[in-house]
């Protein structure tokens, strides 16, 4: 028999939180729903395997993983193994997306084999509570919910935790490399290969960091040398501009002017 139950809802609807449906340890069927569902759900798998599509995406899930789906996305699920047994949880309340979104996790996301026994612990408890009181229940587990939704973060932070440190790393190689190749010709493609990631996430990172796209920051390097240079070297300007890596000297004297106010030949006057 499924474990599962919709309580029926009442006045937890003035409650930040509130479970709308929750099941524990329930055979899966598959799903198909174009149209998305009305209501965030968090499910985590407990034994077998099984796939999500979403956005044209698919990614197996094996046991202990865990997905987010907000509501309203087209998404559907099915089982890959004879069977597929998962907990899973809709919700509500005025709290409920506004706290996800604060955190950053109002998102379509999964986390493959994750550590997620305290999750399956927490629905578990949420579920017979509910089943054991029909009139309070519901209201005793949103508290329940709330827990939920902070050990969803803590997956969540972990996970990042770690793309943080490949993220990390991946953006040292590409400092280095411009800072030991700047005067050259650098295209975006040669420091994403240098850090092993797309160009499109080498610009995220950059963005993230820095607040702008690594092309920019690569002037500003160039830039800050060519800046050295004019005060303490007795090379022309155009042999300046070439050591520090622009193409010629108009584009040099341009993109110095944009980005420090005055001409390489002011700001060498002025020194």
Known sequence: MQKQVFPIIGDEKGL????????????????????????PQIL????????ITVNDESVKLPENSVFYIP?????????LSKAWIVSWICFSGYGAEPLLEKWGLDHYDYFPAADAERMNRILRKAYYT???????????????????????????????????????????????????????????AD?????????????????????????????????????????????????IAKAAGFPDNSYFSAQFKKYEGITPGEYRGGK
């Open 191 to 239: 420091m994403a290969n240098t850090a092993g990631i797309t160009e499109q996430h080498l610009c995220r990172l950059f963005k993230k960091n820095f607040q702008m796209r690594p092309m920019e920051y690569l002037t500003k390097v160039r830039i800050q040398h060519a800046k050295e240079m004019l005060v303490y070297s007795e090379k022309n300007i155009a042999d």
């Open 130 to 188: 509910i089943k054991s009181d029909k009139i309070y229940g519901n209201h005793y587990a949103s508290a329940n919910l709330y827990d939920l939704l902070i050990e969803y973060r803590k997956i969540a932070d972990n996970r990042q935790s770690e793309l943080t440190s490949v993220s990390t790393a991946a953006l040292a190689d590409v400092l280095r490399f411009i800072e030991e190749n700047y005067s050259g010709a650098i295209k975006l």
């Open 44 to 51: 985590v798998t407990n034994e077998g395997e099984g796939e």
């Open 71 to 79: 509501p309203h996305l087209p998404h559907k699920y099915h089982s």
């Open 16 to 39: 930040p939180f509130y479970i709308v449906g929750i099941g524990v340890e329930c055979w899966q069927y598959p799903v198909d729903r174009t149209g998305g569902y009305d209501y």
